[in-house]
């Protein structure tokens, strides 16, 4: 069960984004599996991509549509990942976006591909196409939900999230969609993340917008270290509202951030198998990228996500991989170490002050901060991720059965 995470009540509409999910076949489970996303004239979109050198055909396709072309629509499928499929899954990814243009009178350009699922299956392009009139007619501005689900493989729920912001007056709408739960680790994951505004931005400040909010939340999370061919996260502005706004605007960007927070938080409390919510904090390095070395070390411990699962206060574990985590000239005199905010490491050893049932009972919350201070400097960094459970096993070695 997720931890800490419920369905969405209500998704909130944005001018100028129209969806519809179905289900074409590829899932065989009968699920929704294929969505159509229409993006209205004048409309900006940006993304980022997987940085995985065995990227997807519809990570390549997008690629080159994008910095050729203002997209129309997005068309995404899971079930299936189209990676690992060589120059068929390249024709694949094309006709559907061939297919897509003919249906909603656009060029095949301006149709953006994604997939997600099992790699290495040629994609059955034929169900999409099949399905792709009956999406056309379904097309409504409020099927953000059904999108989501549609989105979905091993994850047990759906991800998404709206938020409203005052402008001058003005209300500005930002409602995402996401979809991760395994092989999550950042630039990126097996996630895909489609989120949608009616403010104006242009495309070059709304790259820079998606590239300041995605470092802290997206690329910020980790269930096992293993890094995607698929992922995709994209970012339109419809500009249907009139509103104009850029990165430098305070109120709209710590929207959009907390949109992103929120997703990508998401993701972690579905980790697959997750029974744990964790954030792992590092503060006082001499950079922000020591400090994550440091985070990340920690949350890709084997033996720190097992002890985790067990709920047992091993804090040796932690104090292991912050040792091997590569920081030159570590003091370990000035380390310190916390469960939530129960000192358990000092000077080079056990806090004076610290029991195994403090530990105990931080262990047994669903919800737990490790807090390093590394007495280093004054860059931070925060990660989230899970545990490592018995289910994680299971889902993953039964993956494809």
């Known amino acids: 069960m997720p931890v800490g995470l419920?369905?969405?009540?209500?998704?909130?509409?944005?001018?100028?984004?129209?969806?519809?999910?179905?289900?074409?076949g590829i899932k065989k489970n009968g699920?929704?599996?294929?969505?159509?996303?229409?993006?209205?004239?004048?409309?900006?979109?940006?993304?980022?991509?997987?940085q995985n050198a065995f990227c997807a055909?519809?990570?390549?396709?997008?690629?080159?549509?994008?910095?050729?072309?203002?997209?129309?629509?997005?068309i995404i499928n899971s079930g299936n990942?189209?990676?690992?499929?060589?120059?068929a899954g390249m024709q694949a990814a094309e006709q559907s976006c061939e297919s897509t243009a003919e249906q909603l009178q656009c060029g095949a350009s301006q149709v953006l591909p994604f997939s997600t699922g099992v790699i290495g299956e040629p994609l059955p392009v034929e169900k999409i196409q099949q399905s792709l009139p009956d999406l056309a007619a379904n097309l409504q501005p409020d099927n953000w939900l059904v999108a989501a689900?549609?989105?979905?493989?091993t994850d047990t729920i759906a991800k998404a999230i709206s938020r409203q912001v005052d402008i001058d007056g003005n209300t500005l709408t930002i409602t995402g969609i996401a979809k991760g739960s395994g092989m999550i680790h950042p630039n990126m994951a097996t996630m895909l993340a489609f989120v949608a505004t009616d403010a104006?931005?242009?495309?070059?400040?709304?790259?820079?917008c998606l590239q300041q909010v995605i470092e802290p939340s997206f690329n910020a999370i980790t269930v096992d270290g293993d890094t995607s061919t698929n992922d995709a996260c994209v970012l339109i502005a419809t500009g249907k509202s009139g509103v104009s706004v850029n990165g430098a605007h305070e109120g709209f960007m710590q929207a959009l951030q907390d949109v992103f927070t929120q997703l990508a938080q998401a993701i972690i409390r579905d980790g697959e198998g997750a029974s744990k919510f964790v954030t792992v904090q590092v503060n006082a390095a001499r950079s922000m990228e020591e400090a994550?070395?440091?985070?990340y070390t920690i949350a890709h411990s084997p033996l720190v996500k097992t002890a985790l699962f067990a709920s047992d206060p091993n804090w040796g574990r932690i104090l292991a991989a912050v040792g091997r985590a590569g920081v030159k000239q570590l003091?370990?005199?000035?380390?310190?170490?916390?469960?939530?905010?129960?000192?358990?490491?000092?000077?080079?050893?056990?806090?004076?002050?610290?029991?195994?049932?403090?530990?105990?009972s931080i262990m047994n919350q669903p919800e737990i901060t490790i807090l390093v201070e590394l007495g280093l400097g004054a860059s931070s960094a925060t990660i989230w991720t899970t545990d490592l459970s018995h289910d994680y096993v299971t889902i993953n070695s039964e993956y494809r059965t």
Do not use: W
Not at 338 to 358: K, M, W
């Open 6 to 24: 419920s369905a969405p009540a209500k998704l909130l509409p944005v001018d100028g984004v129209r969806l519809a999910a179905c289900a074409s």
């Open 31 to 50: 699920e929704l599996d294929t969505v159509l996303i229409e993006i209205g004239e004048g409309a900006s979109t940006a993304a980022v991509f997987t």
């Open 57 to 74: 055909a519809p990570v390549v396709i997008s690629r080159q549509h994008l910095a050729s072309a203002s997209p129309r629509a997005l």
């Open 81 to 87: 990942a189209n990676a690992g499929t060589g120059q």
């Open 149 to 153: 689900q549609g989105i979905m493989t």
């Open 200 to 208: 104006s931005i242009p495309r070059d400040s709304l790259q820079t």
């Open 292 to 295: 994550r070395q440091v985070a």
């Open 331 to 360: 003091d370990i005199e000035k380390v310190r170490l916390f469960l939530d905010d129960v000192c358990i490491v000092e000077q080079g050893g056990r806090a004076a002050n610290y029991t195994e049932e403090q530990g105990q």
